[in-house]
């Protein structure tokens, strides 16, 4: 058994104001914790990844193909795989939650937009 805790993951800026940290990495799946701070964006792209995920705190607007949802502390999100998508931070507070991308995804790359 391989044990995380959130606290102690270390949050990597990979876009302004967005951080990722790797909870776990297994065979056929990946956990992150991702933070995004107040007025940043997830820039819109697309990965292989199908990705599913669960709001902690704060709120976001998510980007699915076009469309804005709103998502609130409780919510849980799913893009499948190939579908361009991307966050925008328009509240005052940090957004956090937790993401599973099936098969595993480490680092991203947002040239694949």
């Given at each position: 058994m391989e044990k995380a805790n959130a606290s102690e993951a270390g949050l990597e800026e990979v876009s302004d104001g967005v951080y990722l940290a790797t909870l776990a990495t297994g065979e056929r799946a990946s956990v992150k914790l991702w933070r995004i701070d107040p007025g940043a964006e997830l820039?819109?792209?697309?990965?292989?990844?199908?990705?599913?995920?669960?709001?902690?705190?704060?709120?976001?607007?998510?980007?699915?193909?076009?469309?804005?949802?709103?998502?609130?502390?409780?919510d849980c999100y799913r893009?499948?795989?190939?579908?361009?998508?991307?966050?925008?931070?328009?509240?005052?507070?940090?957004?956090?939650?937790i993401g599973v991308l099936a098969p595993p995804r480490e680092r991203p790359d947002w040239g694949d937009a």
């Open positions: 820039p819109v792209h697309k990965h292989e990844n199908e990705q599913i995920g669960y709001v902690l705190e704060g709120r976001l607007i998510a980007r699915a193909d076009g469309e804005e949802v709103r998502l609130d502390p409780g893009f499948p795989s190939r579908e361009r998508h991307g966050a925008e931070n328009r509240s005052s507070e940090p957004a956090v939650g």
